[in-house]
């Protein structure tokens, strides 16, 4: 079946625009997890979505970012005012639930310029 | 402050060879350990885990052993096939409830044929 996919692959903005970041994860997964990944960094945690529990939003840097899972399905990634630091690869990830593997797609790299 | 660490950001072996890959923690709570394997424009792919209830997994050429008392991993692959070269990743299970993994920064596996 088809895996967690992400649009777009590639996004080039300009300082202070917002953009959007799109999760279509795995079907039937309960479980999305947004990551980042900076230069010389590891995977940081985001954000996380399960079933229709609050999420966890512990790992979110500032009040410009947001995140929405609609039905349970698509979940959206925004950043507002972007800065030069959130460039990154953003990754997400769905699992059947929690504590199980996570799937990971294949990212948006984001360039702030 | 990172709390899960991959000292050595390259490393090189020789087809054939053993390949070993190492991870710190720095916080004793973590219960489970994955290692995620990444090739360029691609997310990471789950490759093995261990619970720390163990001290040793393995799956074909892919062992992971884990200390807990020195809080280090590491991730065996023999023998190396060139295919192996990519991107890995430590990860440990956030022992809050959430189980959101804490990444590594990443080692770059290289095999040369």
């Known amino acids: 079946g088809a895996g967690v996919s992400q649009s777009p692959s590639n996004k080039v903005t300009e300082k202070g625009k917002d953009v959007e970041l799109r999760c279509d994860p795995i079907?039937?997964?309960?479980?999305l997890y947004w990551y980042r990944q900076s230069l010389g960094q590891g995977l940081e945690f985001l954000i996380y979505?399960?079933?229709?529990?609050?999420?966890?939003k512990s790992g979110l840097p500032s009040d410009r970012f947001s995140a929405e899972r609609t039905g349970g399905s698509v979940s959206t990634l925004t950043i507002q005012r972007t800065q030069q630091e959130d460039s990154a690869v953003y990754l997400c990830?769905?699992?059947?639930?929690?504590?199980?593997?996570?799937?990971f797609g294949p990212g948006t790299r984001l360039t702030v310029l | 402050d990172q709390q899960v660490k991959q000292n050595s950001p390259s490393l090189s072996v020789q087809e054939g060879r053993i390949s070993i890959l190492n991870c710190d923690y720095t916080n004793s709570m973590f219960d489970y350990f994955l290692w995620y394997k990444k090739y360029p424009a691609e997310g990471p792919t789950f490759l093995i885990s261990?619970?720390?209830?163990?001290d040793k997994n393995e799956d074909g050429r892919f062992t992971v052993f884990l200390n807990k008392s020195a809080k280090h991993l590491s991730l065996h692959i023999v023998p190396s096939q060139p295919g192996d070269s990519a991107v890995y990743f430590c990860a440990a299970d956030d022992t809050s409830g959430t189980y959101k993994y804490i990444f590594g920064t990443g080692t770059r596996l290289k095999v040369l044929a």
């Open positions: 990830a769905s699992s059947w639930g929690l504590n199980n593997e996570q799937f």
């Open positions: 079907s039937g997964h309960t479980a």
């Open positions: 261990i619970s720390s209830i163990k």
């Open positions: 979505f399960q079933g229709n529990s609050a999420p966890d």
